[in-house]
């Protein structure tokens, strides 16, 4: 596997695992994250890409023709629709790829985000309805999920690697 795609709601875990693997393999793994690029507010999405999700369809399908053109292993993270991803990877004819969802339960996540992050204006229905709306756009799909519940970050990091194998 060259490329492993992290996708999943704020507070599973996806940029706290990706720096976790590039602190200890950045000799054999780069490491991109989708909001490298900026968020604009979502009026600018909407003025410019017609939605917030035109928007997010539109970066994901430029970051996979970045993506498709690199040769070494890569691990990319981001909030991004595993459609979006599938539709990309697709339109690029990639094939050497996995899209894992990382997740946690909703105790976790509001515990993350309030407390480790400073940011509980994010633990709110809204961040609860779109993890659950990813989960099961997952499982529908058949994408690995990994629960970082009751993993610590170097167990949650070290499963992440496996992908690559």
């Not at 999700?53 to 595993?82: C, D, H, N, P, Y």
């Not at 997740?103 to 993890?131: H, I, K, V, Y």
């Not at 970082?148 to 496996?162: F, I």
Request: glycine content about 8%; aromatic content about 8%.
């Amino acid at each position: 596997m060259s490329l492993v795609i992290l996708t999943g709601a704020s507070g599973a875990g996806k940029t706290a695992i990706a720096r976790a693997v590039v602190e200890r393999h950045a000799d054999a793994v780069s490491v991109l994250h989708f909001d490298s690029i900026g968020v604009p507010s979502t009026a600018e999405m909407i003025a410019q890409y017609g939605s917030a999700e035109g928007w997010q369809r539109a970066k994901t399908i430029e970051w996979l023709a970045k993506l498709s053109a690199m040769s070494r292993k890569t691990l990319f993270e981001g909030q991004v629709r595993i459609a979006f991803l599938g539709e990309a990877a697709r339109l690029y004819g990639l094939s050497d790829y996995r899209i894992v969802l990382v997740d946690c339960d909703d105790e976790t996540r509001a515990r993350r985000l309030s407390l480790d992050r400073g940011q509980p204006e994010l633990a709110n229905p809204t961040m609860f309805d779109w993890a659950r709306y990813l989960r099961l756009e997952a499982v529908k799909g058949g994408y690995p999920v990994l629960d970082t519940t009751l993993l610590s970050l170097e167990e949650s990091a070290e499963r992440v690697l496996r992908y690559f194998e």
